[in-house]
């Protein structure tokens, strides 16, 4: 929301980098809410943006009261993509969800097998072609890994089902969706794993992709 001035005065004002550290996101996602109405602004004589700290306030208050309202656990979704921007939206897709769950981002599939190690994910979403080591590499790391055996696991890629197959293809338990992302389809995934997450059951049946 674009204010011409300062509601109030007395109130702390803070620039778009320090409200970005206080909600532990990137700038980018900042200007995203600011322009959404998410977040009140003005802009300086200057052209600087400046946010009152009461509107940061705000925020974090409603990101706590959907977390203490929220009867279910949280679950950690890992999301493995070496583009910064699909991250980003990534982002803010599942803050907008509203639900008990922490994203965790990777940028390639050996940054991603170690976030796994740190978090154990219940999803775990990786694209396909990445730097270092690929989504075919990275899953194939995932065999045997009992501590894992229950994460639900989507592949969204750009690759089409002949050049995944030429690739040596994927495992039959791994869903794979096509980009553009599906993020309609996969709100339905982690909604289900949150169900049974919520029932303590993290496995659920993969539902086919139409």
Do not use: C
């Not at 001035?5 to 320090?18: G, Y």
């Not at 154990?120 to 694209?127: A, F, G, L, Q, S």
């Amino acid at each position: 929301m674009n204010m011409k001035e300062p509601a109030d005065l007395s109130d702390i004002v803070i620039t778009t980098s320090k409200a970005a550290q206080l909600l532990g996101v990137s700038q980018r996602t900042v200007h995203y809410w600011m322009d959404r109405g998410a977040i009140k602004f003005w802009k300086t004589a200057g052209g600087h943006f400046r946010i009152p700290m009461s509107s940061i306030n705000q925020m974090l208050a409603r990101r706590q009261e959907e977390l203490s309202e929220s009867d279910q656990p949280a679950i950690t979704v890992l999301l493995v993509e070496d583009d910064v921007d699909l991250q980003e939206i990534a982002k803010e897709v599942v803050t907008n969800w509203g639900w008990p769950v922490r994203l965790v981002v990777a940028g390639n599939g050996f940054d991603g097998l170690i976030q796994m190690g740190m978090h154990r994910p219940e999803v775990i979403i990786t694209d396909l072609l990445m730097p270092a080591m690929d989504g075919f590499q990275m899953i194939k790391s995932l065999r045997g890994v009992p501590d894992l055996s229950a994460s639900r696991i989507v592949v969204v890629t750009g690759m089409d089902d002949q050049q995944i197959a030429a690739s040596g293809g994927l495992p039959d338990e791994v869903e794979l969706l096509h980009k553009p992302t599906p993020y309609d389809r996969l709100k339905e995934i982690v909604r289900d794993v949150l169900r049974n997450h919520s029932r303590g059951k993290y496995a659920v049946t993969r539902a086919k992709s139409v």
